[in-house]
T-cell receptor, first 117, second 114 residues
Framework: ETGVTQTPRHLVMGMTNKKSLKCEQH?????MYWYKQSAKKPLELMFV???????ENNSVPSRFSPECPNSSHLFLHLHTLQPEDSALYLC????????????????FGAGTRLSVL | GENVEQHPSTLSVQEGDSAVIKCTYS??????FPWYKQELGKRPQLIID?????GEKKDQRIAVTLNKTAKHFSLHITETQPEDSAVYFC?????????????FGKGTHLIIQP
């Protein structure tokens, strides 16, 4: 375990459903990230939060809505998804923004495997 | 922004031989380059990283080299072992213009043949 927990591990939803993915980190980190992993784009950055503020929205469709209520929790709210959104969604966290300082290594959660029918 | 290209997509080597994975990046402002290893069904884990003020870094059987002029960096694994079989991702960190974050390559599936 890396200290980054994602729930649920698996999720199947219809295109009209609304669901949320949850990420929680117990590492005292200040930065959190959402990535999408699929066969087409193996590790694609979606959102970055630093001290609860969103610093990066990597041209993600509005049907994905992130929420970061505090530095330990990160949500990804899903609505009216498309079948091509089926993928593994990975959460990660780091002490500070990854790359800015040597200590800011990203630790990944185990991911949520999402299937959109 | 940053664009990271990774080659090859699949690499098969005999156990005990060396493996080299190469990445190029587009933005000369990028200053941090980590490598992640992802075993089947598991999460990516950092194995080594390098900063732009260093040309080479080594950790036991793993080494990374960086050529800032050519904007490419490589992962070298020596004396490969079966447990080295995994997908390896390189990444570049870009900071600027309000966009901060890691951009990953598409991954290399490393297969160690017994």
């Amino acid at each position: 375990e890396t200290g980054v927990t994602q729930t649920p591990r698996h999720l199947v939803m219809g295109m009209t459903n609304k669901k949320s993915l949850k990420c929680e980190q117990h590492l005292g980190h200040n930065a959190m990230y959402w990535y999408k992993q699929s066969a087409k784009k193996p590790l694609e950055l979606m959102f970055v939060y630093n001290f609860k503020e969103q610093t990066e929205n990597n041209s993600v469709p509005s049907r994905f809505s992130p929420e970061c209520p505090n530095s330990s929790h990160l949500f990804l709210h899903l609505h009216t998804l498309q079948p091509e959104d089926s993928a593994l969604y990975l959460c990660a966290s780091s002490q500070g923004l990854a790359g800015v300082q040597a200590k800011n290594i990203q630790y990944f959660g185990a991911g949520t495997r999402l299937s959109v029918l | 922004g940053e664009n990271v290209e990774q080659h090859p997509s699949t690499l098969s080597v005999q156990e005990g031989d060396s493996a080299v994975i190469k990445c190029t990046y587009s933005d000369s402002a990028s200053n941090y380059f980590p490598w992640y290893k992802q075993e089947l069904g598991k999460r990516p884990q950092l194995i080594i990283d390098i900063r732009s003020n260093v040309g080479e870094k080594k950790d036991q059987r793993i080494a990374v080299t960086l050529n800032k002029t050519a904007k490419h960096f490589s992962l070298h694994i020596t004396e490969t072992q079966p447990e080295d079989s995994a997908v390896y991702f390189c990444a570049g960190f870009y900071s600027g213009g309000g966009a901060d974050g890691l951009t990953f390559g598409k991954g290399t599936h490393l297969i160690i043949q017994p």
